[in-house]
Structures are given as structure tokens and as C-alpha cells.
């Protein structure tokens, strides 16, 4: 009997390589393989990307640090905090400051949207993905092909879209008319602002959700009712848990650009809504205020760098323990 260690014993894929046919990399001490390309190939596609994603990142909050001009719009290159205090502190024209809380309760307003989205997206998504993901495989490509449908068409025409369903001539209102409740104020107004933005939003809470739900073995959900679990006790602690890694993957993708939206709260909202998106616009057009506006978009920044790792430590553990009932 020949041992595990001996000379027949298998040896690895690198050691089959001849010594004359491996090429070292620069940036690493292992061989490459014959006929495959060396890190140095990749630095031109890297330093696009850097120069495409960080480079305009890089550029706004440099402009959150400088000055304004005195007219016009653009930057002075000279280091200056008055952009963030501005945040908070207003001054009048004799010099002296006070607190001002309006451009912090615009902040409050994107959280308090952006949450009301999210949890809304991610309590119907669960219910859609679930019962798409108890159909015959036929049937869920098909509704997997129907969830995605919205992105064939431009975000802007479908808000048009909800601006003639919402409007008084639309049919909802016409709806409310025939059973004797009369008219509603329904478009212009910050409830169509959320229609829209939950509209827009829940493909990307299904997708995720589906995709964590699809791989599910529900015969354990039979073996837990076997055994003789509650309906809630089964919800709580198998499904929920296996649809984990889509809820909170269903929250970055849901809260993060919902934080930040500017069609909705412009078009349905009727500009009575304003959000961090139309504030930032505003600064960069009308008041032509670009520190500020460039603030504003770092403060976005940090919120999405935020919740972007906080979303990947989560899944990781979701993970690892949905991956158990597996």
C-alpha cells in the first residue's frame, strides 16, 4: 500500500508546469500559468476605472472645501469649512450667526422617505418573492421576465406615467368619484412623491429577495410543521432567516438611491417635496452656490459609503447563516 505522502501521491496543479514554461508576476510570487495573461494587463482597465468612479468623487468633495466667488457660479481655490457650517449656522448681514435647521430637516425629510420606501419595498417583496419562488421553474422565469418589465422604459416616462394616473382627471380620482367619495389632492403631494419612489424601487427589493428565496429547500418548512412548529414559529425562524441575505440586500439597493432621488419628488411631488437631490440641484443651478451643493453630495457619499459596508457585513453574516439551512 503506497501512503498518502509517497511518490505516486497527487501533486499540485503548479508543480505539473515546467519550470521553463512559468512566468512570475510583479505583483505576486506565484507562477503564471502558460497562456494566461500577467497582472500588468490589467493596470490600464484599473486605472480607468479609478479615474471614471474615485476621480469625480475626489472632485466634489474638493469642491465642498473651497470658497465662493463673490458672482457667478464655479469654486475659488482657497480652503474654506463655510460650506458644512452653512449646514447648520446661518448669518445675517450684520455678522452674526444663529442656528438654522432648514436644510436639516430636508435631510430628515430624504431619511424619513427613503425609509418609508425601503421598509415598504422590502414588506411586499417578501410576500412576491416568496410566492414566486413556490411556482414551477417555468413559471418563475416568466415572472422573473414580468419584474423586470420597468426597466425596458426610461424612469421618466414612467413617472409621467403615475402623473396621469394620480391627477384629477386620472382614474383613480374617477374611481373616488363613482363611489361617492369625491376628488382627492393625489398628485403634487409628498404621498405621490412615496408612490413613486416605491414604484420605482421595488424591482430591485424583488430581484434579491427572489434570489435568496429561490434556492430555499422548503421541505424543511414540512418538517418543521412534522415536528410540530407554528405557522409564525416557521416564519420567524426558517424563512426569514434563508431570505436574510436579500433583505439586506434589497435595503442597500432600495435605501441608498431613494436617499438621494430627484425625479419623483420633482414630478409627482410638484416641488412641494424637497429632498437632498433637488436641494443639491438647486445649489448648482439657480443659487449657483457649487461649495454647498458639492457638500450636500459628500454628505450623500458618506451615507451611501455607510450603508454600502454596513450592508456588506450584514449579508456576510446573513450569509453564513442562511447558508446552515441550506
Known amino acids: 500500500m503506497i501512503g498518502a505522502a509517497g ?96 436644510y436639516l430637516e430636508v435631510c430628515w425629510t430624504s431619511l424619513f422617505q427613503a425609509l418609508v420606501t425601503t421598509v415598504t419595498c422590502i414588506v411586499l417583496s417578501f410576500f412576491i418573492a416568496l410566492w414566486m419562488s413556490l411556482q414551477k421553474p417555468r413559471t418563475q422565469r416568466t415572472l422573473v421576465l414580468l419584474v423586470t418589465i420597468p426597466f425596458w422604459t426610461n424612469l421618466i416616462v414612467r413617472t409621467y406615467a403615475w402623473m396621469l394616473i394620480l391627477n384629477e382627471n386620472g382614474p383613480v380620482n374617477a374611481l373616488l368619484r363613482a363611489v361617492g367619495l369625491g376628488s382627492r389632492q393625489l398628485l403634487y403631494t409628498s404621498s405621490a412623491s412615496l408612490i413613486g419612489l416605491i414604484f420605482t424601487f421595488l424591482p430591485f427589493a424583488i430581484l434579491p429577495m427572489y434570489s435568496a428565496l429561490s434556492g430555499f429547500d422548503f421541505r424543511l418548512v414540512e418538517a418543521a410543521f412534522d415536528l410540530g412548529a407554528r405557522k409564525i414559529t416557521v416564519m420567524r425562524r426558517i424563512i426569514l432567516r434563508a431570505a436574510r441575505p436579500g433583505v439586506v440586500s434589497a435595503i442597500a439597493l432600495c435605501f441608498i438611491p431613494a436617499f438621494g432621488s430627484y425625479v419623483q419628488p420633482v414630478l409627482l411631488g410638484g416641488g412641494k417635496v424637497l429632498m437632498m437631490g433637488n436641494l443639491i440641484a438647486s445649489q448648482f443651478a439657480e443659487a449657483r452656490n457649487w461649495p454647498f451643493g458639492a457638500a450636500l453630495s459628500t454628505i450623500i457619499l458618506v451615507v451611501t459609503l455607510v450603508c454600502g459596508l454596513a450592508a456588506t457585513v450584514l449579508g456576510g453574516k446573513a450569509s453564513r447563516k442562511a447558508g446552515q439551512l441550506m
Do not use: C
Not at 14 to 24: L, V
Not at 47 to 69: C, D, E, R
Not at 74 to 100: C, H, P, Q
Open 7 to 102: 511518490p505516486s501521491a497527487e501533486k499540485p496543479d503548479s508543480a505539473r508546469i515546467p519550470e521553463s514554461s512559468r512566468r512570475r508576476s510583479a505583483f505576486s510570487h506565484r507562477p503564471v500559468r502558460p497562456g494566461m495573461l500577467g497582472h500588468w494587463y490589467a493596470v490600464p482597465s484599473v486605472i480607468i476605472g479609478l479615474l471614471f468612479t474615485l476621480g469625480p468623487v475626489g472632485v466634489i468633495v474638493a469642491f465642498s472645501f473651497m470658497s465662493q466667488p463673490d458672482s457667478g457660479g464655479g469654486v475659488v481655490f482657497r480652503f474654506s469649512t463655510m460650506a458644512y457650517e452653512k449646514l447648520i449656522y446661518r448669518e445675517d448681514f450684520s455678522g452674526n450667526r444663529f442656528l438654522d435647521a432648514r
